[in-house]
């Protein structure tokens, strides 16, 4: 980090954070074949220092380096891994208990916050909406079969 020049201003690189997730977030909704290399090479353009880029070697040690970072961060046990998961799931939990009610939302606001990933709250209300749609859906297709599996155990 020495020949890198840090960033200073706490505006500044909460800036660069939110233009980075942006970038991840539109590859990830527009290509599902994007991966771990792709989603690199994404955080490794947000280099402070434009010179560094023209540096092949540098740049291809940076995106290996933020490639193994991101693998390892994935896996299940990973605390960061845990954490985020979990977050995630108490939002969603939380906006499928209250439905259609604005307390699902300010649940998963809340949960989202403690790890800093409220900025994803529309993205994760919207996937538990769908996921009350598919549940109702269920119990009214498979609802008797449901009872009788139930009413025989």
């Given at each position: 980090m020495?020949?890198?020049?840090?960033?200073v201003n706490p505006v500044e690189m909460e800036?660069?954070?939110?233009?980075?997730?942006?970038?991840?977030?539109?590859?990830?909704?527009?290509?599902?074949?994007?991966?771990?290399?792709?989603?690199?090479?994404i955080m490794c353009g947000f280099s402070r220092d434009g010179e560094e880029s023209f540096n092949t070697n540098k740049l291809q040690a940076r995106k290996a380096v933020m490639s193994r970072?991101?693998?390892?961060?994935?896996?299940?046990?990973d605390i960061v891994f845990e954490r985020i998961s979990h977050a995630i799931y108490l939002a969603t939990r939380g906006v499928v208990l209250a439905r259609n009610c604005p307390h699902g939302r300010k649940l998963a606001e809340m949960a989202l916050r403690r790890v800093g990933t409220v900025d994803l709250t529309d993205?994760?209300?919207?996937?538990a909406e769908i996921l009350v749609v598919v549940?109702?859906?269920?119990?009214?297709?498979?609802?008797?079969?449901?009872?009788?599996?139930?009413d025989n155990m």
């Open positions: 020495s020949d890198q020049q840090a960033l800036n660069l954070v939110v233009r980075c997730v942006k970038e991840v977030l539109e590859l990830l909704d527009h290509s599902e074949e994007a991966g771990i290399e792709e989603i690199a090479e970072i991101l693998l390892k961060s994935l896996q299940a046990g993205k994760v209300v919207a996937a549940a109702t859906v269920s119990v009214d297709v498979h609802g008797q079969w449901y009872k009788y599996l139930t």
